[in-house]
Protein backbone atom coordinates (compact mmCIF):
# COMPACT_ATOMS: atom_id res chain seq x y z
CA UNK A 1 0.00 0.00 0.00
CA UNK A 2 1.12 3.23 -0.82
CA UNK A 3 0.18 6.81 1.50
CA UNK A 4 0.05 10.51 1.29
CA UNK A 5 -0.21 12.43 4.04
CA UNK A 6 -0.29 16.03 4.10
CA UNK A 7 0.55 18.26 7.43
CA UNK A 8 1.21 21.69 8.24
CA UNK A 9 -2.66 23.34 7.73
CA UNK A 10 -3.99 25.52 10.09
CA UNK A 11 -5.62 29.23 11.00
CA UNK A 12 -3.31 32.02 10.57
CA UNK A 13 -3.80 35.17 9.83
CA UNK A 14 -3.52 37.73 6.26
CA UNK A 15 0.12 38.07 5.96
CA UNK A 16 1.13 35.32 7.73
CA UNK A 17 3.30 31.83 6.21
CA UNK A 18 2.78 28.43 6.31
CA UNK A 19 4.79 25.26 5.13
CA UNK A 20 2.49 22.41 4.45
CA UNK A 21 4.36 18.77 3.95
CA UNK A 22 2.65 16.08 1.77
CA UNK A 23 4.75 12.79 2.88
CA UNK A 24 4.64 9.52 1.10
CA UNK A 25 5.08 5.99 2.50
CA UNK A 26 4.52 2.80 1.54
CA UNK A 27 5.98 0.08 -0.64
CA UNK A 28 6.54 2.08 -3.64
CA UNK A 29 9.72 2.39 -6.22
CA UNK A 30 9.77 5.66 -7.16
CA UNK A 31 8.00 8.88 -6.98
CA UNK A 32 7.34 11.17 -9.80
CA UNK A 33 5.40 14.38 -10.91
CA UNK A 34 4.03 15.45 -7.61
CA UNK A 35 1.60 18.53 -7.44
CA UNK A 36 -0.85 21.11 -4.54
CA UNK A 37 -4.22 21.20 -5.58
CA UNK A 38 -6.63 22.87 -3.12
CA UNK A 39 -10.31 23.06 -2.74
CA UNK A 40 -12.28 25.86 -0.74
CA UNK A 41 -15.99 25.25 -0.37
CA UNK A 42 -18.53 24.92 -2.77
CA UNK A 43 -15.43 25.95 -5.37
CA UNK A 44 -13.62 23.51 -8.40
CA UNK A 45 -10.71 21.94 -7.47
CA UNK A 46 -7.78 24.01 -8.39
CA UNK A 47 -4.05 23.10 -9.04
CA UNK A 48 -1.78 25.39 -7.34
CA UNK A 49 1.75 23.96 -8.10
CA UNK A 50 3.58 21.32 -9.13
CA UNK A 51 7.60 19.96 -9.25
CA UNK A 52 8.23 17.17 -11.78
CA UNK A 53 10.64 14.30 -11.05
CA UNK A 54 13.29 15.93 -12.78
CA UNK A 55 12.65 19.24 -10.25
CA UNK A 56 11.16 21.27 -12.67
CA UNK A 57 7.99 23.58 -10.73
CA UNK A 58 5.52 25.41 -12.18
CA UNK A 59 2.94 27.87 -10.44
CA UNK A 60 -0.38 28.45 -11.20
CA UNK A 61 -3.38 31.88 -10.51
CA UNK A 62 -2.55 33.78 -7.00
CA UNK A 63 0.21 31.00 -6.03
CA UNK A 64 3.01 32.78 -8.38
CA UNK A 65 4.75 35.05 -6.58
CA UNK A 66 4.11 33.57 -3.49
CA UNK A 67 4.09 30.01 -3.09
CA UNK A 68 7.41 27.33 -3.40
CA UNK A 69 6.75 23.78 -4.51
CA UNK A 70 10.17 21.74 -3.22
CA UNK A 71 11.36 18.44 -2.64
CA UNK A 72 13.13 16.16 -0.27
CA UNK A 73 13.84 13.16 -2.52
CA UNK A 74 15.18 11.17 0.55
CA UNK A 75 11.95 11.09 2.77
CA UNK A 76 9.82 11.15 0.47
CA UNK A 77 7.98 14.42 1.35
CA UNK A 78 7.01 17.43 -1.45
CA UNK A 79 6.55 21.18 0.18
CA UNK A 80 4.57 23.91 -0.16
CA UNK A 81 5.92 27.19 1.39
CA UNK A 82 3.11 29.51 1.36
CA UNK A 83 4.16 33.45 2.15
CA UNK A 84 1.79 36.06 1.91
CA UNK A 85 -1.41 34.30 2.84
CA UNK A 86 -4.43 36.19 2.16
CA UNK A 87 -7.91 35.09 3.11
CA UNK A 88 -9.12 33.64 -0.13
CA UNK A 89 -6.46 31.35 0.38
CA UNK A 90 -8.38 29.32 2.95
CA UNK A 91 -9.33 25.84 1.05
CA UNK A 92 -8.27 22.36 1.78
CA UNK A 93 -5.09 21.37 0.53
CA UNK A 94 -4.11 18.12 -1.51
CA UNK A 95 -1.14 16.32 -2.61
CA UNK A 96 -1.70 14.60 -5.88
CA UNK A 97 1.63 11.87 -6.60
CA UNK A 98 2.20 9.59 -9.45
CA UNK A 99 3.80 6.91 -7.97
CA UNK A 100 5.70 3.42 -9.36
CA UNK A 101 5.28 0.71 -7.92
CA UNK A 102 6.10 -2.99 -8.65
CA UNK A 103 3.56 -4.93 -10.25
CA UNK A 104 1.71 -2.15 -10.70
CA UNK A 105 3.11 0.14 -12.54
CA UNK A 106 2.77 4.31 -12.06
CA UNK A 107 -0.34 5.05 -10.62
CA UNK A 108 -1.96 8.46 -9.48
CA UNK A 109 -2.43 8.73 -5.08
CA UNK A 110 -4.22 11.45 -3.21
CA UNK A 111 -3.92 12.63 0.38
CA UNK A 112 -6.35 13.30 2.82
CA UNK A 113 -5.99 16.78 2.36
CA UNK A 114 -4.73 19.47 5.50
CA UNK A 115 -7.26 22.90 5.92
CA UNK A 116 -5.17 26.44 5.51
CA UNK A 117 -7.81 29.03 7.02
CA UNK A 118 -6.37 32.63 7.00
CA UNK A 119 -8.56 35.04 8.57
CA UNK A 120 -8.03 37.86 11.28
Known amino acids: QVQLVESGGGLVQPGDSLRLSCAAS????????VAWYRQAPGQERELVAT???????NYYGSAKGRFTISKDNAKPTVYLQMNSLKPEDTAIYLC??????????????WGQGTQVTVSS
Open 96 to 109: NARISRIGVGWKDY
Open 26 to 33: GNFVRLGD
Open 51 to 57: IAQGGIT
